[in-house]
């Protein structure tokens, strides 16, 4: 009864079913994902289906879209959705052009315009790849030579859920245009795997019911990888009160990031979590940017959805939640020896202060124009994360402990020199406010501007129409 009452409150929070026979190997790292990722579409016959986030114009980048080029030619029917704001870049500079003149079906996902608007919420942050509606590629990894010095975790998975697999991609095609056409796929039994498709999409809270959920069921470990920690405090109460419930919570996080200032504000959520008995890890090398989860030695996790509010509320999203003790086994295993490479954050001191266990070895660091760039489409879809924690300080809703003054100092000096910066030059603020109004303006003006043409012509006499005999 318990177990079937379990089974429910998974399928509702998850939005999908459990289903069984499929066959799902694990990678870890881009070596392994890129070369089962090149394999894949190299012997595509029919079709390939790429949404991703991020498309990069760099060595891989370009050698993925002279594989899609060489398949065009041989037949294969290629799409390609990509997110304007992660390939902005890309997009403003051609990059999908030779695909879209060899005959590639290539859309861009909320690219701004004027009947469109601006819209830098809401971001299309899956990275899935659907070869001949037989394989597909599901996890965290982006198409971008930088992840060949990043630690990450995708899968190949094959078997019915490859029905659900092309079931998001078409919604997320139907989105930008027309429909997708019918494509085959190949839904037999190939493992013996049960697992979930979560595909995300804003508002929905998918997957942060399920993983608030799982925090609850969990009973002896929870080990948690993620890239941009900003979980919510609900979150972070089902976090704590788990651990204070004896179960063995763990969470993994870079030290390192590709956007400097997350790994800040996410120090200032460790002090409640240590103290609750959540045991917390900072990875050692250039960036760890794995989204996984295993529970219990049964249950597992692996996708592309961030441990806070943009990744849960605001983007599309895709994750595997796989039931299966061996892959939730090897997760673990992988996950053991991670920290292997991280250093524990611990309570230390009179004042019992986060702080190292152990004195961190110097490793390699991101190459100096990864940190340079700070890219706008990465800043961009991190910002909404900062507001969450500042707010509670602000507001006085939360006490800034000792451990954490450093980190708010530096967010506080940031603000302030912003804001002697505008008040030095204003027009640094007043220039692309007033464009983004402009912008936001035209968009509204050009969606009312139909509808009040079709009105006055409904309402406009034909002619030779007498006029009505009472006016």
């Known amino acids: 009864m318990f177990r079937q009452l379990a089974e429910q409150a998974l399928a509702r929070s998850a939005g999908a079913p459990l289903i069984a026979g499929n066959q799902i190997e694990v990678l870890f790292d881009a070596e392994a994902n890129f070369q089962a990722w090149w394999d894949g579409i190299a012997n595509a016959q029919h079709s390939v289906l790429i949404e991703m986030y991020l498309f990069a114009d760099d060595e891989f980048g370009q050698q993925l879209r002279g594989l899609l080029l060489e398949r065009l030619a041989h037949g294969v029917h290629v799409y390609v959705l990509y997110d304007w704001l992660g390939c902005w870049r890309e997009h403003y500079r051609g990059f999908f052009k030779p695909l879209q003149q060899a005959g590639a079906q290539v859309r861009a996902w909320q690219a701004p315009g004027w009947s469109r608007g601006l819209s830098l919420l809401g971001r299309d942050h899956r990275k899935l790849i659907v070869v001949d509606g037989d394989t597909a590629f599901i996890g965290g990894l982006c198409a971008s030579s930088r992840w060949l010095h990043w630690r990450d975790t995708g899968l190949r998975l094959r078997g019915p859920l490859l ?25 037999a039994t190939a493992g013996h795997v049960s697992a979930r498709l979560i595909a995300t999409t804003p508002s929905t809270a998918k997957l942060m019911r399920l993983d608030l959920l799982i925090a609850g069921f969990a009973r002896e470990r929870l080990w948690l990888t993620d890239a941009y920690f900003m979980g ?59 989204k996984t989860a295993v529970a219990d030695g049964r249950w597992a996790r692996i996708g592309s959805t961030n441990l806070n509010v943009s990744s849960w509320l605001a983007n599309r999203e895709l994750d595997l939640a796989i039931e299966d003790a061996q892959l ?114 035209g968009s509204v003006l050009l969606r009312a501007l139909p509808r009040l043409w079709r009105r006055r012509q409904r309402s406009t006499p034909k002619s030779g129409t007498p006029p009505d005999a009472t006016s």
């Open 328 to 441: 939730a086994a090897q997760m673990e295993t992988r996950f053991l020896q991670d920290i292997d490479h991280a250093t524990e954050v611990v309570l230390s001191g009179m004042h019992k202060r986060p702080a190292l266990a152990t004195p961190r070895q110097q490793g390699p660091r991101l190459p100096l124009r990864q940190h340079a760039a700070a890219s706008a489409a990465a800043a961009a879809r991190q910002a909404a994360r900062l507001g969450e924690v500042l707010d509670t300080a602000v507001r006085g809703t939360r006490n800034v402990e000792d451990s954490e003054a450093s980190a708010f100092a530096s967010i506080a000096l940031v603000l302030l020199a912003l804001a002697a910066a505008i008040l030095w030059q204003p027009y640094l603020v007043v220039i692309p406010l007033a464009l983004v109004l402009v912008l936001l303006g």
């Open 232 to 290: 919510t405090s609900a979150y972070l109460s089902a976090l704590c009160n788990a651990a204070r419930d004896g179960v063995d919570v763990r969470l993994l996080v870079p030290r390192s990031s590709d956007i400097g200032w997350i790994a800040t504000v996410s120090r200032t959520l460790y002090r409640p979590l240590l103290e609750a008995g959540v045991r917390v890890f900072e990875w050692n090398g250039p960036m760890i940017h794995a």
């Open 163 to 187: 029905g659900d697999a092309m079931a998001a991609f078409a919604d997320s095609w139907a989105a930008c245009g027309e429909p997708l056409p019918p494509l085959a796929a190949n839904l």
